[in-house]
């Protein structure tokens, strides 16, 4: 056969070949090096004539350092997020043909063992050892506190601080606000937050409504999502069951949720029977069940829950103050306070400045309103009693912080200067009575102690450049926790002198509170006396009208010659009273009395008496009219 082109056709086999690539330096012999002398193998001498091409430089400066030169550099470490698992440990090291579960074989296998000489070396060598621990632990605690005891400390030279501990961001793109902050009762290392967006119109379709419950070592991840059906205005553990939460909706719904049972709520408050507007704060009621609640909303409602039961409240009070249950003229509720040792009054802080005191067990719903505390420019964003002086409480509104007595209505009896940011919440300290915080629009967290201050902050603080909405203390004083705007909570600890009881700081702090209460009494009774005056003094205006009415007819000469006539009727009516004294006086020597030094004496002061009397009043009256008239002009 032959190929179009007349080439040759040759027909041959094809051997399939292998070729293995391998570096000179992964196999055979390694080199061996070794030293030895050093050989000169091009030697250049330097060429005078090449010198006419350079220039001398004369002088030289030269830095010289002693430290080496180091450069700065930044890099950004990748955030890790760290998860906790447990393990749950089942009972093994059983031989195969033993099974655990059934009691007789595991009793004849332990006897077996038991005889063996082996075991029984063990078991004396690791009971000695035992034996010697017990017996230092018996000798002495190495974990005694030697002064737990101790109530008071002595005074810290330490000035008062915060550090910051962690901070836990919201994990969503669109970032919502820390709207409140509730620390676990038991172990207080969880730390749950409600997150949403009070900005109504500017919130966005693709924003989540997940609130988290954090674990303070775990700040990159939430420990447990809470998953509503609207985002969460205040989220509460219950402090009888850590596992139990409440939480009032922005749609006005209550929700509680079990931690065991996941994200998502046991049960959900009917939308018809709940608020109208957001839940602004859920509070827990003492009682034998633990399952009470109560919650407050600018609808102007306070209703009464029992969880095992949502689906409507168990009692309604709408915050009238004219008694009328009118819900169209009832204000807003947006801060709660409820103290477990009276627990048949709580307070309510409205969006219209005024405190509300109830009391849930009277008869009527117009008799639970027992009286209000008027102060404020804006909303009550906070209001707390002090844990240690409950008749003593603190409210938050427009730009001051200030403390009340339930004795003294009119009046705040102390109260901070006017900020230049909004205040948004406040909180007691849980160890020290003197001691509160306050968060503002600006970023920064005051610490108050008015034993120390009264004008000014002891500690001020800026923790964030964003605005802090929440603010949360745990029960030992030492952390505090703040919510921004942007969703961050950062966690702080306080130094040790703010979370500490000072030498008779109760006493002291009493004896303030006390004191301003007086103080503000007295101003009260000044204020009515005047106002009762004021209200005298117009009416008397009007009679003075209608007569100036009747004399306006009247000549010149007539009105001298009346008041000449005044004049000389006021005279004679002094003159007859005296005459009547001196006839008395005549009588009685008459009846065989005669009048001692003493009846002399005490006739004598009356006189005077009187006319201290009347110059007194009349000092009075001018300083009064001076007063009124200084207030005129005011």
Request: net charge negative; with cysteine.
């Amino acid at each position: 056969a032959t190929w179009p082109f007349s080439l040759p056709f040759v027909v041959s086999t094809m051997e399939i070949v292998y070729v293995y690539v391998k570096k000179r330096s992964e196999f055979g012999r390694q080199c061996s090096f070794s030293d030895r002398m050093a050989e000169v193998n091009v030697d250049i001498q330097p060429d005078p004539l090449l010198s006419v091409n350079f220039i001398e430089r004369d002088p030289i400066d030269t830095g010289v350092q002693c430290a080496s030169d180091m450069s700065e550099h930044e890099i950004n470490t990748e955030r890790i997020e760290m998860e906790a698992r447990g393990i749950n440990h089942v009972e093994g090291g059983w031989p195969k043909d033993v099974n655990p579960l059934e009691m007789e074989q595991t009793i004849r296998f332990r006897k077996k063992v038991e005889k063996d000489e082996n075991y029984i070396n063990v078991i004396m060598q690791l009971g000695s050892l035992m034996d010697h621990c017990i017996k230092q632990n018996n000798a002495i605690n190495i974990y005694e506190e030697y002064f737990e005891d101790e109530e008071t400390a002595g005074i810290s030279d330490e000035p008062p601080s915060a550090k910051t501990i962690n901070v836990f961001r919201d994990p969503n793109p669109i970032k919502r606000t820390a709207t409140h902050l509730s620390w676990h009762p038991d172990r207080s290392r969880k730390l749950a937050v409600a997150y949403s967006s009070l900005e109504f119109q500017r919130s966005s379709k693709d924003m989540s409504f997940d609130s988290y419950i954090w674990d303070l070592e775990t700040p990159n991840k939430p420990e447990m999502l809470i998953r509503p059906s609207s985002p969460l205005i205040c989220l509460e553990y219950n402090p009888k069951d850590s596992h139990i939460l409440i939480g009032g909706c922005y749609n006005g719904q209550i929700a509680y949720w079990d931690t065991r049972k996941g994200g998502l709520p046991v049960e959900l408050s009917t939308v018809e029977l709940g608020h109208r507007d957001p839940v602004y704060n859920a509070i827990w009621l003492q009682s034998k069940t633990g399952t009470d609640c109560f919650s407050g909303s600018t609808d102007g409602q306070v209703l009464w829950w029992d969880i095992r039961k949502l689906s409507e409240p168990t009692e309604t009070l709408v915050m009238d103050i004219s008694r009328k249950g009118i819900l169209e003229h009832a204000l807003g509720a947006i801060s709660l306070e409820y103290e477990p040792t009276m627990p048949t009054k709580f307070m309510v802080g409205t969006e219209q400045g005024v405190v509300i005191s109830c009391n849930r067990k009277a008869k009527t719903p117009a008799e639970k309103i027992v009286s209000t505390y008027s102060g404020h420019h804006g909303p009550i964003y906070s209001l707390a009693r002090n844990p240690f002086y409950p008749k003593n409480f603190l409210t938050v509104g427009d730009w001051t912080a200030r403390i009340w007595s339930e004795e003294s209505k009119e009046s705040s009896i102390m109260w901070t200067k006017y900020h230049m940011a909004y205040l948004t919440d406040s909180c007691w300290s849980t160890t020290r009575p003197a001691v509160f915080f306050t968060t503002k629009m600006d970023g920064t967290l005051d610490v108050w102690d008015f034993l120390f201050k009264q004008t000014n902050p002891t500690l001020n603080l800026k923790v964030c450049d964003d605005p802090l909405f929440s603010l949360r203390l745990q029960d030992n004083g030492r952390f505090i926790g703040c919510g921004s705007k942007l969703g961050t909570v950062t966690l702080l600890e306080v130094s040790s002198g703010l979370c500490t009881l000072q030498r008779n700081e109760k006493n002291a702090a009493s004896a303030m509170f006390e004191r301003e209460t007086h103080r503000e009494k007295i101003l009260e009774a000044r204020h009515r006396e005047m106002r009762l005056k004021e209200r005298t003094k117009a009416e008397g205006k009007e009679d003075e009208g209608h007569f100036k009415e009747e004399v306006e007819d009247e000549k010149p000469a007539e009105v001298l010659a009346r008041v000449r006539k005044e004049f000389f009727e006021v005279i004679e009516n002094e003159l007859r009273r005296k005459e009547r004294a001196r006839t008395k006086l005549k009588s009685i020597a008459g009846q065989g009395k005669e009048p001692g030094e003493e009846d002399e004496e005490e006739a004598a002061p009356k006189g005077e008496k009187e006319e201290e009397e009347e110059e007194e009043e009349e000092e009075e009256e001018e300083e009064e009219e001076e007063e009124e008239e200084e207030e005129e002009e005011e």
